[in-house]
Nanobody, 123 residues
Framework: QVQLVESGGGLVQAGGSLRLSCAAS????????MGWFRQALGKEREFVAA????????PYADSVKGRFTISRDNAKNTVYLQMNSLKPEDTAVYYC????????????????WGQGTQVTVSS
């Protein structure tokens, strides 16, 4: 059983940056692909980015490509999401998730989820 705890959310102006962290415990972190998803109020949860166990593969949603960067530190059991050039439409609760099923971009393949962290981007 893997426990995930996100941190780093907050309120930022458009054009600003935030770095989200997700700390994992209770499992062998390096075995898991990790993903970030987000859910805006009244909308479905959507894929943001994912990273393979080695960090070699990092797919992104088109809406964040070139602005967000996912990375991981297996020694610290932590995955990060660096978010630059933030836009009001990036406002959402951001969730990290862990999967043993390749590097999925759909939420159904992720077995473990954090509680989420709120990101609010003001215009």
């Amino acid at each position: 059983q893997v426990q995930l705890v996100e941190s780093g959310g907050g309120l930022v102006q458009a054009g600003g940056s935030l770095r989200l962290s997700c700390a994992a415990s209770g499992g062998t972190f390096s075995r898991y692909a990790m993903g970030w998803f987000r859910q805006a109020l009244g909308k479905e949860r959507e894929f943001v980015a994912a990273i393979s166990w080695s960090g070699a593969s990092t797919p992104y949603a088109d809406s964040v490509k070139g602005r967000f960067t996912i990375s991981r530190d297996n020694a610290k059991n932590t995955v990060y999401l660096q978010m630059n050039s933030l836009k009001p439409e990036d406002t959402a609760v951001y969730y990290c998730a862990a999967s043993l099923k390749g590097i999925p971009i759909t939420s159904t393949w992720y077995a473990y989820w954090g509680q989420g962290t709120q990101v609010t981007v003001s215009s």
